[in-house]
């Protein structure tokens, strides 16, 4: 199972950051995946961001709720993020995974990541 983040790197203050995670080797449809977003800002630790479940159902993290959004494309076996109105505290390395349950960063929990895709906010 590979997973792949991909989308700019560098983003403008207030616009929209859109990642798209394109899944191989399983279907985002399979039965108790938890497809996430995660993201690491530079010196801080891992923070869950959201996911869409393999039913379709979306989580996101209290903290991000009003400004993020999960979709899927299950046609092509993708999942994206797009987070509006960034700043440059939204600065990180952006990572998606399959997860077997919500609301975490614990590592174990994961079973397949992808590499990270840095996204910088700035003018």
């Known amino acids: 199972v590979q997973l792949q983040e991909s989308g700019p790197g560098l983003v403008k203050p207030s616009q929209t950051l859109s990642l798209t995670c394109t899944v191989s080797?399983?279907?985002?449809?399979?039965?108790?995946?938890?497809w996430t977003w995660i993201r690491q800002p530079p010196g801080k630790g891992l923070e869950w961001m959201g996911a869409?479940?393999?039913?379709?159902?979306?989580y996101y993290s209290t903290s991000q709720k009003n400004r993020t959004s999960i979709s899927r494309d299950t046609s092509k076996n993708q999942f994206t993020l797009q987070l509006s109105s960034v700043t440059p505290e939204d600065t990180a390395v952006y990572y998606c995974a399959r997860g077997k349950r919500i609301a975490t960063v614990e590592p174990n929990e994961y079973a397949y990541w992808g590499q990270g895709t840095q996204v910088t906010v700035s003018s």
């Open positions: 080797g399983d279907s985002i449809t399979t039965a108790y995946a938890y």
């Open positions: 869409i479940a393999y039913s379709g159902r979306t």
